[in-house]
């Protein structure tokens, strides 16, 4: 009888050891998922400046939601779109390229070059990453 409660326990002791191990390998792992985390903040900034001309002086947001279709296709949709065909938003929006998305509604959209034909490239680019964080 003895012999088996301590085989129990040398079996549980063991199990418990065990899995002490796994749990000291989750903490190495750690540093390492903050590591690869440092590199999109860069782009977040221009994301986020993105975001605020879609929402601000570039009215977008008026057409344009994030999944689902308005007066625009949705955010979504156009980021799909371009990275498919590797086209270029920032030439769209400069009036330089040809409507890709929904070339039937491009009369309504045009109309907005008059916005987007003033900004920099800067601000074209960070409205094109603000656009293709919603992939
Ligand atoms: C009055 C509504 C309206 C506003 C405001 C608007 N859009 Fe659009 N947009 C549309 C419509 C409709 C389409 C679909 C026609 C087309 O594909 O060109 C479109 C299409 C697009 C496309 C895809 C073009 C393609 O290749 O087909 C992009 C990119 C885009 N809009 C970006 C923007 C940005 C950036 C802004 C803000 C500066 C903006 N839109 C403001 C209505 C709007």
């Known amino acids: 009888m003895k012999k088996v409660t301590l085989l129990l326990c040398l079996f549980v002791f063991s199990f418990l050891v065990s899995c002490g191990g796994k ?3 989750k903490l190495d792992e750690i540093p390492k998922a903050t ?3 440092e ?3 860069v782009d977040n900034s221009k994301i986020e400046l993105g975001e605020e001309i879609f929402e601000g002086k570039g009215t977008c947001v008026a057409c344009h939601k994030p999944n689902i279709k308005v007066v625009g296709p949705s955010l979504h949709n156009i980021a ?5 065909k590797n086209a270029s ?10 409507a890709i998305v929904d070339p039937a509604q491009f009369e309504v959209m045009k109309a907005n070059f008059a916005i987007t034909k003033t900004m920099s490239d800067e601000e074209l680019q960070a409205l094109e990453a603000y656009i293709y964080s919603f992939l």
């Open 80 to 84: 799909t779109i371009y990275k498919e």
């Open 39 to 41: 590199q999109p903040i």
């Open 89 to 98: 938003i920032v030439t769209f929006l400069k009036g330089e390229g040809e």
């Open 35 to 37: 590591e690869t985390v």
């Open 23 to 25: 749990e000291e390998q």
